[in-house]
């Protein structure tokens, strides 16, 4: 089905002699000079941090890990009860240190019972947000737990809720589906968790919270800096291979496991047999290269939030205008035109892996206490 998928992309591709990428790139609104910066400050950031790979493998009593060690890590491994109202607090502290706009948005909807957190046996353990643009009002629906997740996951849908509210003089987001593109639509979600996350770290007095919480952040780097990484490789060079005609099953998987062993610089001891075949993504034929968007939204998000606290309050108000306007521009136009970034230089892309490594060095300090 693969060869298949592939092929009727790559005539409808050839009878236009359109870039393969394009589609892709047109329906993310993001210039492939721009796709091409963040790959290569990844790539350029490998090396510092694949250690943190080595430290997990040497905490579990191994000289590598295998890539389904590293799936199975525990993503708490200090869990505290944290009742409704403590999560809630720390999430409006960790929006007012950023904007008094943002902290009193929280508190709104916590008090106008925009949120539903009963834990009921049966609801998901996930976080969704339903917006009701026209009504300047969203609802939040999770199953708070009493643990870190569940604040995280709370702080997420706020993030949702705050870029809705922006969104606000647009009649219906019907009307935004062919212009509100991946690329920016975790921003203000990932943005509130992030920043939650980080003033946690930074407060608490807990070493294993601490340790807990870097974790946490470095596990979902990997996933997006690594991981992600690897399934672009996979689909671009699948893709150019599928072009001399299709490809026997070894001939795929072959290619899987190069792209993921150069993608996590051959520091695991084993890659996923059959990726190829588990990841629904390859098999979208609406959306091709269902991948990079998530990288791009994780570390787009970082930037911005070392970015905010470079600037402090001034932030708010480009971050403001920005998710107003998120879906009405090129990726690269509005970036520039709110925040004076460029995204098709290295330097943004470099200071946000830069935040990361200093989360691996952070964290390598507390596994040595």
């Given at each position: ?34 796709l091409d910066a963040m790959w290569k400050a990844i790539d350029g950031y490998l090396p510092q941090l694949i250690p943190y790979l080595g430290l997990k493998a040497s905490e579990s009593g191994e000289s590598q890990l295998s890539w389904h ?301």
């Amino acid at each position: 089905m693969l060869n298949h998928i592939a092929g009727f992309r790559l005539t409808l591709c050839g009878s236009a002699k359109k870039d393969l990428l394009e589609e892709s790139l047109k329906s993310n609104r993001i210039a492939r000079s721009t796709l091409d910066a963040m790959w290569k400050a990844i790539d350029g950031y490998l090396p510092q941090l694949i250690p943190y790979l080595g430290l997990k493998a040497s905490e579990s009593g191994e000289s590598q890990l295998s890539w389904h060690q590293l799936m199975t890590l525990s993503l708490d491994d200090h869990q505290e009860s944290i009742p409704f109202p403590s999560g809630v607090e720390w999430i409006i502290q960790a929006l007012n240190d950023l904007s008094p706009d943002m902290g009193d948005f929280a508190q709104y909807a916590l008090a106008n019972r925009w949120v539903d957190a009963v834990p009921f046996k049966h609801k998901p353990s996930n976080g969704f947000c339903a917006p009701f643009i026209s009504d300047k009002e969203s609802r939040i629906s999770l199953r708070y737990d009493n643990n870190m997740e569940s604040v995280r996951i709370l702080a997420h849908e706020l993030g949702h809720a705050w870029h809705y509210r922006q969104l606000e003089d647009r009649l219906s987001l019907f009307l935004l589906e062919d212009q509100f593109p991946m690329t920016i639509a975790e921003t203000s979600s990932i943005f509130f968790e992030l920043a939650l996350v980080d003033t946690v770290i930074r407060e608490s007095k807990d070493r294993k919270t601490k340790k807990s919480l870097l974790n946490w952040k470095m596990q979902r780097s990997i996933n997006y800096l690594m991981a992600v990484r690897g399934a672009y490789l996979f689909e671009t060079r699948f893709y150019e291979k599928r072009k001399s005609g299709p490809l026997s099953a070894s001939q795929i998987e072959e290619l899987s496991m190069e792209a993921q062993k150069e993608a996590f610089g051959g520091s695991l001891s084993q890659y996923q047999p059959f990726q190829w075949i588990k990841a629904i993504q390859f098999y979208r034929t609406d959306v091709p290269f269902y991948n990079y968007p998530y990288t791009f939204g994780y570390l787009f998000s970082v930037g911005l939030l070392e970015t905010a606290k470079k600037e402090g309050k001034q932030f708010a108000q480009k971050f403001t205008y920005f998710l107003k306007e998120s879906g009405t521009k090129p990726i690269e136009e509005l970036a520039d035109d709110h925040f004076h970034i460029k995204l098709s230089r290295p330097d943004f892309w470099q200071q946000s892996i830069n935040r990361i490594v200093k989360d691996i060095e952070q964290y390598t300090i507390l596994s040595k206490k």
